[in-house]
């Protein structure tokens, strides 16, 4: 079982950027492959960002590639969405999800824990 914990979200301006944070409990952080999705208001959970155990592979939605990073920091059972280049359509709540079933996916089926989710708004 792991706890998961968003932070950073907020209102930014298009153009600017975010660095959201999804803290995880327990201590086998590293067994778990950790995605990004979003929610946009009347919208489906869409795919944003994975990255694998160790970090060696990294997968983005064309939507976000070339302006959003995911990242995580094991020993700080820590993943990160650096989040540049913002616009309007990046508005939704950014949620982490966890999964020791897969290498690391897009499919919101393959996670098994989630956390709460993080506001993003971005003003044009």
């Known amino acids: 079982q792991v706890q998961l914990v968003e932070s950073g979200g907020g209102l930014v301006q298009a153009g600017g950027s975010l660095r959201l944070s999804c803290a995880a409990s327990g201590r086998t952080f590293s067994s778990y492959a950790m995605v990004w999705f979003r929610q946009a208001p009347g919208k489906e959970r869409e795919f944003v960002a994975a990255i694998t155990r160790f970090g060696s592979n990294r997968y983005y939605a064309d939507s976000v590639k070339g302006r959003f990073t995911i990242s995580r920091d094991n020993a700080k059972n820590t993943v990160y969405l650096q989040m540049n280049s913002l616009k309007p359509e990046d508005t939704a709540v950014y949620y982490c999800?966890?999964?020791?079933?897969?290498?690391?996916?897009?499919?919101?089926?393959?996670?098994?824990?989630w956390g709460q989710g993080t506001q993003v708004t971005v003003s044009s």
């Open positions: 999800a966890a999964s020791k079933g897969v290498l690391a996916s897009s499919a919101k089926s393959d996670y098994d824990y």
